[in-house]
């Protein structure tokens, strides 16, 4: 079966660095998109970005600080965040799936907290 496990969140702070990974299993990694979601709390689910064979995407709200790639011999992806805002502070999610709609991904992890301190 599928397996997400994301880790690497953490505590923060302001312009700070943190590198997001997330490991999969239970199916053809090397050719399958995967993306990345953040849900801070009260709020609904939003789309940080996504990886495919044909390139990445990213939210306007992360796009030049956020990086996404992944190592296909370790069936890992990757979230790399730079200059963290507070704002950034959410719960991240990587997902199967490709696009900016969230109805375009299936089998979720389990999420890992990111906070960014002021």
């Known amino acids: 079966q599928v397996q997400l496990v994301e880790s690497g969140g953490g505590l923060v702070q302001t312009g700070g660095s943190l590198r997001l990974s997330c490991a999969a299993s239970?199916?053809?990694?090397?050719?399958?998109?995967m993306g990345w979601f953040r849900q801070a709390p009260g709020k609904e689910r939003l789309f940080v970005g996504s990886i495919s064979w044909s390139g990445t995407v990213y939210a306007d709200s992360v796009k030049g600080r956020f990086t996404i790639f992944r190592d296909n011999a370790k069936n890992t992806v990757y979230l790399q965040m730079n200059s963290l805002k507070p704002e950034d502070t959410a719960v991240y999610y990587c997902?199967?799936?490709?696009?900016?709609?969230?109805?375009?991904?299936?089998?979720w992890g389990q999420g890992t907290q990111v906070t960014v301190s002021s």
């Open positions: 997902a199967v799936g490709y696009g900016r709609n969230i109805n375009g991904y299936n089998s």
């Open positions: 239970g199916f053809i990694f090397s050719s399958t998109a």
